[in-house]
């Protein structure tokens, strides 16, 4: 009895050992085909960025911002930077929107932090000189997806988010 | 004169008598008969006098073109024996308005002392209604200046007078010249205005001399536009209309932004609002302390229309240019005045009102006189007929939008002061 079940268990931890390999090698199989997946991806900035311009309702009108300007507003440098399109308000609310895509996939972070530290100041600003805007600022969508981020200040978050998913899946 | 000279000049008179002499005898009957027996120069009927004096065709044609030449000179001299009768009356006239204007003088300055006090209280009306609206743009130089502030405080409250008569009001005789030298006036226009300037110089000197910069340079004049190069050593701060002009004037390549949507007076250099890159923010006088400006922009007031003491606006206002100019004492400093609100935002109440504006301005443009910095009056630029914002210049009658923001920076191009002196 004794040696049928080591007889039987041999094989078993065989299968066991085998099972797991195979699973780590499918996790490394699906991470490779998403990083490929994710360097073919490809956004129109402008075009996203117009689209958000459009199809989403604001309560002032948002003007086009040379690109120049925005990198003083955020607090990053060019280089940092492929392409870029922003549109901000006059003033009198705080929507905006900016899409960018980044010069190398090390500046997204940058970026990124960038985005979350102008929401968070905003935030602050606004909570004194117009607190009226603040629920929007905290409606704030900010989407990364391979060199790209996507961030809006609307006043529909919600359509301004399935918007957003929209564009980064279907490009 | 050399002796070549002395003779042709000698040949020139003796051919003039000669020409004289010829158109003399062309009435005579023998008149070909006379000039050949005195050999003189004659050009028609010339097959007779090759024939009876015999003289050579080459000669005839010498006296010929001599005789031509003698009419032209006899033409000559009549014209300018005419001219010089001509430019004897110029002289005789002005010989006579000069003495007129002496005797004129004393009674001018009687008047003139009656025009200026006149013009004192007329310049204590609220800003912007002693300057033209949208004057043409002249160069600032200090003649000009103090030129057209001696003619505005002669006009007064008489209009002036057209044609002619403007010389008078130039000469500053009080009334108008002889209309018989109207004509005159034109042709020495020249010597009367550098007469006009030395009585000019007169006046600002009985003038005071605050007083005459107060009204020149208060608020800023217009000037010859400047391009955006002018404003790569400028500095804008204020409140979140400022922001506006940073975004979208175009200017965030030559110029400084410093910036905040909500600051006011009190706020406005303690509170951090300048970026760094890398996220890091500090405070404007820490931002100062190692950067020098040539020219500094402040623009304060929509955030503090609510106050309850336009005094303590004042007075904090007047605290941050004495740190600015501590900070950048080699600056020239810009205090522009309050933007107007459009009509709507205006009917809804509150504080955002044109007269509430219209005070705090008036108290801005005497604190920028007190502190010696200078008052550029963007509101008047801005406003329209009926005195508002206009509605299409923002969303919210107070923000401006992309294009009244390139309308303010060109108001801001046409209003410097440059280096006279002062």
Known sequence: MVKSVRLLCIPIVCYLIAGVLLLGACDKADDSRDSAREAAFSLDVAAVAERFNQELDYRDRLEELDPGVVYVLLGIREEEVRTLKGYFSSGATAEEIIVLQAAEAESIKTLRAALEDRIAYQKEIYASYAPEEVRYLQGAILLEKGEYLIYCVAADAEKAERLAEQLLTNP | ?422
């Open chain 2, 1 to 422: 004169m050399t002796r070549q000279g002395t003779s042709r000049i000698s040949n020139g008179f003796r051919m003039l008598f000669s020409a004289f002499l010829a158109s003399v005898c062309l009435r005579s009957k023998n008149s070909s008969k006379i000039l050949c027996e005195n050999n003189c120069f004659i050009l028609y009927n010339k097959d007779t006098i090759t024939r009876e004096t015999g003289m050579q065709p080459l000669k005839q044609k010498k006296r010929t073109l001599h005789g031509f030449i003698a009419v032209l000179a006899c033409f000559v001299l009549i014209a300018g024996a005419m001219i010089n009768m001509a430019s004897m009356k110029n002289a005789v006239n002005t010989a006579i308005h000069r003495v007129s204007s002496i005797f004129a003088a004393d009674d001018q300055t009687a008047a003139d002392d009656q025009t200026a006090a006149d013009n004192q209280t007329a310049s204590a009306a609220l800003p912007g209604s002693s300057q033209e609206a949208d004057p043409e743009p002249e160069t600032a130089t200090t003649e000009g200046m103090l030129r057209d502030s001696a003619n505005s405080a002669t006009e007064n409250t008489s209009e002036k007078p057209e044609g002619p008569e403007d010389d008078a009001v130039i000469a500053n005789t009080g009334e108008a010249l002889n209309p018989n030298f109207t004509d005159v006036v034109e042709d020495i226009g020249e010597i009367i205005v550098e007469d006009t300037a030395e009585e000019v110089v007169e006046l600002v000197v009985e003038e005071d001399p605050e007083e005459l910069w107060r009204k020149t340079f208060y608020p800023v004049p217009s000037s010859p536009a400047v391009d955006e190069f002018y404003f790569r050593d400028a500095l804008f701060i204020g409140d979140s209309r400022v922001m506006g002009l940073m975004l979208y004037s175009g200017l965030t390549v030559e110029a400084t932004f410093y910036t905040e949507k909500g600051v006011n007076v009190t706020t406005l250099l303690t509170k951090a609002i300048v970026l760094q890159t890398g996220g890091n923010r500090i405070t404007i006088p820490e931002a100062l302390n190692d950067l020098q400006f040539g020219k500094i922009y402040i623009k304060t007031g929509i955030n503090e229309l609510g106050w309850r003491s336009l005094k303590s606006y004042i007075e904090a206002y007047g605290e941050v240019i004495d740190r600015i100019r501590e900070l950048q004492p080699e600056a020239v400093i810009y205090i522009q005045s309050i933007l107007p609100v459009s009509q709507k935002k205006a009917e809804e109440g509150g504080y955002f009102t044109i007269p509430r504006v219209l005070e705090f301005n008036e108290e801005i443009k005497k604190m920028t006189w007190e502190k010696g910095v200078y008052y550029l009056d963007v509101f008047q630029g801005m406003v329209n007929e009926e005195g508002f914002l206009p509605e299409e210049a923002g969303n919210d009658g107070i923000h401006l939008n992309k294009e009244y923001c390139k309308i303010w920076l060109e108001y801001l191009k046409r209003h410097v002061v440059r280096d006279y002196g002062y």
